[in-house]
């Protein structure tokens, strides 16, 4: 079968349209029962109804879970954003010694179990007195977003033309200089996309949050996660629902951003 045959290439959309069906199959499944009336998660629905995130709303519970989600993830996020961009900036350096055993321990978090850095975390926070405290969870969570900030960030700044930031310090300019005027305006995008995905993690972190955290400090999908072990209850479909839509808005601002700085990169030349 020739490459650029029409059957050939049939069977490409084919396979692709069924492996994006079974990417967002879950997805499309769990969020129309968000607005289901019964108290079951079940399809029929019976009726379309609000009545679930009136329950997130008025419920102490939820709305405590929901308020510590956004203090955690943001706390996570700043911390992660500037220690990621910072390691991503001294990996670069050509004359860093044993820059790849560094970008390795850097990168460990992505790929060491939950558990087990749930518990070691557990054992150093009770010396340590943060256990069970707003400072360590944040801490906690702040160690798993770091990865994917380095990432990111390393992925924008190899597309960086060293000779602009040469050309600057050659005229006078000081490395604060370039780190400010050149370096970060050309990093952004990716920078801002590391915190999008610190954001969405921190989110989505249970396991961690269950060894470090105290009562006060449940989290949204740690409040989840409880709920589907006592009474699985349609308001967990209601808060995956907004958890979907926030992580979709702040997705699609970071690719708005990207989409600019191209805009702007492609310009540059013509001015």
């Known amino acids: 079968m020739a490459a650029n045959s029409p059957v050939f290439r049939a069977a490409q959309i084919a396979f692709g349209a069924a492996v994006v069906f079974f990417l967002v199959a879950p997805i499309i499944a769990i969020l129309p029962l968000a607005f289901n009336s019964s108290v079951f998660l079940n399809y029929p629905m019976e009726s379309v109804s609000s009545r679930w995130f009136v329950e997130l709303q008025t419920s102490e519970t939820w709305r405590r879970s929901i308020l510590n989600s956004l203090i955690i993830g943001t706390g996570a996020t700043a911390l992660a954003t500037v220690i990621g961009t910072l390691a991503a900036l001294g990996l670069r350096e050509a004359r860093l ?112 949050t269950l060894f470090v955290a105290g009562p006060n400090q449940r989290t949204l999908a740690r409040q989840m996660f409880a709920s589907i072990r006592e009474n699985v209850s349609p308001t967990i ?19 708005l951003l990207r989409w600019r700085q191209s805009r702007l990169a492609k310009a540059a030349p013509d001015a």
Do not use: K, W
């Open 97 to 208: 010694p044993f820059a790849n055993l560094l970008r390795v321990v850097f990168l460990l978090p992505m790929v060491v179990p939950a558990v087990v850095l749930g518990v070691g975390m557990q054992i150093l926070y009770t010396r340590l007195g943060l256990a069970s405290t707003y400072l360590g969870v944040i801490v906690a969570h702040a160690v798993l977003c770091v990865p994917f900030v380095i990432v990111s960030v390393s992925a924008s700044l190899g597309g960086i033309d060293g000779s602009i930031e040469r050309a600057a310090s050659s005229l006078g300019a000081s490395p604060a200089t370039v780190f400010r005027r050149i370096t970060l305006p050309l990093a952004l995008p990716g920078v801002v996309s590391g915190a999008v995905f610190a954001f969405a993690t921190s989110l989505d972190e249970v396991v961690i």
């Open 237 to 255: 479909a209601a808060a995956a629902f907004l958890l979907i839509i926030g992580t979709l808005c702040l997705a699609g601002l970071a690719g």
